[in-house]
Nanobody, 122 residues
Framework: QVQLIESGGGLVQAGGSLRLSCVAS????????MGWFRRAPGKEREFVAI????????AYADSVKGRFTISRDNAKNTVYLQMNSLKPEDTAVYYC???????????????WGQGTQVTVSS
């Protein structure tokens, strides 16, 4: 069982930046594909970004491409989401996720964190 703990959410003005972090409990963290989803009020859950276990291959939702960057530090069991040029429509609860498989089209990860709130004011 992989436990994921997110941090770094908060309130920021439009155009600002935030960096989310997610620490995983699993000692074999480097073997897991990691990613982020989000859920905005009244909307469906949305895929945000994914990063492979070893090669660092990444993929992003079109809505965040060019603004968000996912990265990982396997020595620290941590995955990051750097969010720049934030917009009010980025307001959501952001969830860290983990799985054994990489799928940038229809990913359904097995493990989820509790989520961290990101609010972007206009």
């Amino acid at each position: 069982q992989v436990q994921l703990i997110e941090s770094g959410g908060g309130l920021v003005q439009a155009g600002g930046s935030l960096r989310l972090s997610c620490v995983a409990s699993e000692r074999t963290f480097s073997r897991y594909v990691m990613g982020w989803f989000r859920r905005a009020p009244g909307k469906e859950r949305e895929f945000v970004a994914i990063i492979s276990s070893r090669s660092g291959r990444t993929a992003y939702a079109d809505s965040v491409k060019g603004r968000f960057t996912i990265s990982r530090d396997n020595a620290k069991n941590t995955v990051y989401l750097q969010m720049n040029s934030l917009k009010p429509e980025d307001t959501a609860v952001y969830y860290c996720t983990a799985d054994n498989t990489y799928d940038s089209v229809s990913w359904s990860p097995d493990y989820w964190g509790q989520g961290t709130q990101v609010t972007v004011s206009s």
